[in-house]
């Protein structure tokens, strides 16, 4: 599988997780869009791109379960959770239920929401390690209140690695009136994702991560019934516009003129080069990978696992608890001198070594971290056992 990605040969890739990496048969049809764009740009925006578009939606809405006509095509999460942010129309003390393990640029977010409106973003603690899904369950609901109105999920959680139980939240939170907005960006392509299942209210997820599709291709999902009152995050041609569709919806952000979205337009072949190369094979591979190291690194740095090692929590990444308060310097130091790209995250007062595996990974790779870091904890104090 190595030969299909243009990873440098003389790094040691353990960064999946981070931005992905794009097979070449998928570049190459990335390039050939932009190359047909730029050849006659008027009648590909006009003409072909609507085009395209629809075949890149239908393909991806098979994929993900849900229809064409629910979601629309953005560079990335961020974007799709500022989108959802202006909508919202919180209250002063109307409360956001999160987790203490989001991704750093959505705690950002929310805090600049709050700030603005007057909620509050309640980023509930879930106690490492996870002994059970009934534990971080019942960690979780323990933040909400009677204020509580949004709740804001990691499907898979970015520093720690970790998959959480979205499917039972979302249910109880729709017993509970409560708006559902899910962070999937690691889930498409990694483990199995059925948005008419799920039924969140709002859902993210990227492409250019586990999917292998160029850089800056993701979805916003959003339910039926709450789509006419989502604002576009940039007001361009569909609103109020001169030719309306049946849909204000998909008037309001899919069309915001001169722009290069040739990596979503990349979609059909992006399924079709998963499909043709049994990549769920791939993947169930990897993810054994995962669990059969998991341990090892654990005992060689002096630290127990944060959950169960079991596919319920874990998928083609985990995060390796590390004693370190040095933690960029030995980011950097893999790198410059062991030539392994791998990070090393803080959260809540922790460090954690995240390894990422997929089809063009090896055990030999997982190999050179291990040896690496029997090293430095041998001729440097950088790590603490």
Same mark, same amino acid.
């Given at each position: 599988? #190595?030969?299909?990605?243009?990873? &440098?040969?003389?790094?040691?890739?353990?960064?999946?997780?981070?931005?992905?990496?794009?097979?070449?048969?998928?570049? !190459?049809?990335?390039?050939?869009?932009?190359?047909?764009?730029?050849? !006659?740009?008027?009648?590909?925006?006009?003409?072909?791109?609507?085009?395209?578009?629809?075949?890149?939606?239908?393909?991806?809405? #098979?994929?993900?379960?849900?229809?064409?006509?629910?979601?629309?095509?953005?560079?990335?999460?961020?974007?799709?959770?500022?989108?959802?942010?202006?909508?919202?129309?919180?209250?002063?003390?109307? !409360?956001?239920?999160?987790?203490?393990?989001?991704?750093?640029?959505?705690?950002?977010?929310?805090?600049?929401?709050?700030?603005?409106?007057?909620?509050?973003?309640?980023?509930?603690?879930?106690?490492?390690?996870?002994?059970? #899904? +009934?534990?971080?369950? +019942?960690?979780?609901?323990?933040?909400? *209140?009677?204020?509580?109105?949004?709740?804001?999920?990691?499907?898979?959680?970015?520093?720690?690695?970790?998959?959480?139980?979205?499917? %039972?939240?979302?249910?109880?939170? #729709?017993?509970?009136?409560?708006?559902?907005?899910?962070?999937?960006?690691?889930?498409?392509?990694?483990?199995?994702?059925?948005?008419?299942?799920?039924?969140?209210?709002?859902?993210?997820?990227?492409?250019?991560?586990?999917?292998?599709?160029?850089?800056?291709? *993701?979805?916003?999902?959003?339910?039926? %019934?709450?789509?006419?009152?989502?604002?576009?995050?940039?007001?361009?041609?569909?609103?109020? /516009?001169?030719?309306?569709? &049946?849909?204000?919806?998909?008037?309001?952000?899919?069309?915001?003129?001169?722009?290069?979205?040739?990596?979503?337009?990349?979609?059909?072949?992006?399924?079709?080069?998963?499909?043709?190369?049994?990549?769920?094979?791939? /993947?169930?591979?990897?993810?054994?990978?995962?669990?059969?190291?998991?341990?090892?690194?654990? &005992?060689?740095?002096? *630290?127990?696992?944060?959950?169960?090692?079991?596919?319920?929590?874990?998928?083609?990444?985990? /995060?390796?608890?590390?004693?370190?308060?040095? /933690?960029?310097?030995?980011?950097?130091?893999?790198?410059?001198?062991?030539?392994?790209?791998?990070?090393?995250?803080?959260?809540?007062?922790?460090?954690?070594?995240?390894?990422?595996?997929?089809?063009?990974?090896?055990? !030999?790779?997982?190999?050179?971290?291990?040896?690496?870091?029997? +090293?430095?904890?041998?001729?440097?104090?950088?790590?603490?056992?």
């Amino acid at each position: 599988m #190595k030969a299909f990605f243009q990873i &440098d040969d003389s790094i040691t890739f353990l960064n999946h997780g981070s931005f992905g990496s794009c097979p070449k048969p998928i570049f !190459e049809e990335y390039i050939r869009f932009q190359i047909e764009l730029e050849s !006659e740009p008027v009648s590909f925006i006009q003409i072909k791109q609507p085009k395209y578009l629809k075949a890149a939606k239908t393909a991806l809405a #098979k994929h993900i379960h849900c229809n064409e006509r629910d979601f629309f095509f953005i560079p990335n999460p961020t974007v799709a959770i500022n989108t959802v942010m202006r909508s919202l129309n919180l209250q002063p003390g109307d !409360e956001i239920l999160a987790t203490n393990h989001e991704y750093g640029a959505m705690v950002r977010t929310w805090n600049f929401y709050c700030k603005k409106s007057g909620a509050k973003y309640i980023r509930q603690n879930i106690t490492l390690p996870v002994q059970s #899904k +009934e534990q971080l369950l +019942e960690e979780f609901w323990k933040g909400y *209140t009677s204020k509580t109105k949004v709740i804001f999920l990691n499907h898979f959680s970015s520093a720690t690695a970790l998959i959480f139980p979205v499917k %039972e939240i979302c249910d109880k939170a #729709k017993e509970l009136g409560l708006i559902t907005i899910i962070d999937g960006a690691h889930v498409p392509g990694h483990i199995d994702l059925n948005i008419s299942e799920l039924n969140p209210d709002y859902y993210t997820g990227t492409l250019h991560k586990w999917m292998l599709a160029p850089k800056g291709s *993701t979805f916003l999902y959003v339910r039926k %019934e709450l789509q006419d009152s989502l604002d576009p995050l940039v007001v361009s041609w569909g609103y109020e /516009s001169l030719a309306p569709s &049946d849909s204000q919806f998909l008037d309001y952000h899919e069309y915001q003129g001169t722009n290069d979205i040739a990596q979503y337009l990349c979609t059909p072949k992006v399924i079709e080069f998963l499909e043709e190369n049994n990549w769920k094979e791939v /993947s169930k591979n990897s993810k054994q990978i995962v669990l059969e190291n998991y341990k090892r690194f654990c &005992d060689l740095l002096g *630290t127990q696992p944060i959950c169960p090692v079991t596919d319920e929590f874990l998928g083609q990444m985990a /995060s390796v608890p590390v004693k370190t308060d040095r /933690s960029a310097e030995l980011k950097t130091l893999l790198y410059d001198k062991y030539k392994i790209q791998v990070p090393v995250m803080p959260l809540n007062d922790n460090i954690y070594i995240r390894y990422s595996i997929n089809g063009y990974n090896s055990q !030999e790779d997982l190999d050179k971290l291990y040896i690496a870091l029997e +090293e430095i904890i041998a001729t440097t104090d950088l790590i603490k056992k």
